[in-house]
């Protein structure tokens, strides 16, 4: 598994977390933090993931708006946790991240959908970055 791989789990996970606890993502970031600096070894995962994270705090308002527009006929709110996370982490890679090609942010986020989620998951979150990817 590549560390942008792992990046995007530990993305997840934190985002995830936040939103299951209703807490600030900022919050659980900073705790993140703190567990990351004690593992050394995972550094290079730990950083993408904090850019990521930052970048969905920074630009959550547009991500969200993002979502909404193309996730025909789903509320945020009503998505299962796992996928708003993970449209969000995609939205975020494919709007203001120009080092992933968009064919690869899609992909990373569908096959955790899969893993992760619901058994319709994967395909709904493919449609919906994909009609996001095609309005950028």
């Known amino acids: 598994m590549s ?13 995830f977390s936040a939103d299951v606890r209703g807490e600030e993502i900022a919050v659980v970031l900073a705790a993140a933090a703190k567990r990351a ?7 290079a995962s730990w950083l993408y993931a904090r850019d ?7 630009n ?4 969200d708006e993002q979502i909404t527009t193309h996730s ?8 299962p946790a796992v996928d708003r996370a993970l449209l969000r982490i995609g939205t975020w890679e494919i709007v203001y991240n120009d080092e992933v ?16 989620s619901t058994e319709d998951s994967g395909a709904f979150v493919h449609g919906v970055l ?5 309005s950028v």
């Open 3 to 15: 560390a942008r791989t792992k990046a995007r789990k530990r993305a997840l996970d934190i985002l």
């Open 37 to 43: 600096a004690s593992e050394p070894a995972r550094e």
């Open 72 to 79: 025909r006929d789903w509320r945020l709110e009503r998505m």
């Open 101 to 116: 090609p968009t064919a690869v942010a899609i992909d990373e986020a569908v096959e955790l959908a899969k893993e992760l």
């Open 130 to 134: 994909a009609r996001i990817a095609r």
């Open 60 to 63: 959550r308002g547009d991500i």
């Open 52 to 58: 990521i994270v930052d970048g969905i705090i920074d």
